[in-house]
């Protein structure tokens, strides 16, 4: 017969393993679409750096191949998910737009910076509920855009390219690694 302090202890670890799970499920989840971003950024900040006059245009085809392989991501993942992440997708792009039209960025490094630090702000908010492995990705990634920025100002699409884009791929496969 077990007794009420056996109960709790094994109550406990059972809602222990249940939480351990739940997070290792989530950085599975979530690992595909660090890798498939790390490498767009890579590539994005990359081509940005060799043909600055065409950064709008670069991002644009980048960011329509990332919401597409998300999309694809998602339809393996869960259905239903897709017209939640086309709606978020939409309200992040317009809220920078709202942003840049009210304070008006001075260069394109400005641009990618804020657009950098939202994302690396991304991943420690979606790591506060996920785990802490995506917190730390968050904060590689904000810390390692403000160096650049700071310290690489006339390189700082390649120091993006292959700082912040190495952090998204390592981040995603630290996360499958469970």
């Known amino acids: 017969m077990l007794s ?38 890579a590539i994005g900040y990359g081509l940005n750096d060799l043909f600055p006059a065409y950064g709008g245009a670069i991002w644009a085809v980048v960011i329509l191949i990332g919401l597409i392989g998300d999309l694809s991501l998602l339809r393996h993942e869960r259905a239903g998910a897709g017209w939640r992440y086309g709606v978020v997708a939409l309200t992040l792009i317009a809220f920078f737009f ?5 304070m008006t960025p001075v260069s394109g490094r400005q641009i990618a910076a804020v657009i950098a630090l939202a994302v690396g702000a991304g991943y420690v908010l979606a790591g506060i509920w996920q785990g802490p492995r995506l917190v730390v990705a968050g904060l590689v990634v904000a810390g390692l855009t403000l160096a650049g920025f700071f310290l690489v100002s006339a390189h700082f699409y390649l120091w993006m390219a292959g700082v912040g884009g190495a952090s998204l791929v390592l981040a995603g496969l630290w996360l499958k690694r469970v």
Do not use: C, K, M
């Not at 709202?98 to 009210?102: P, Q």
């Open 4 to 41: 009420p302090n056996d109960a709790a202890s094994a109550l406990s670890e059972i809602d222990s393993a249940q939480t351990r799970s739940a997070t290792l499920h989530g950085y599975a989840r979530s690992s595909p679409h660090l890798i498939l971003w790390g490498v767009l950024w």
């Open 98 to 102: 709202a942003v840049f039209a009210i």
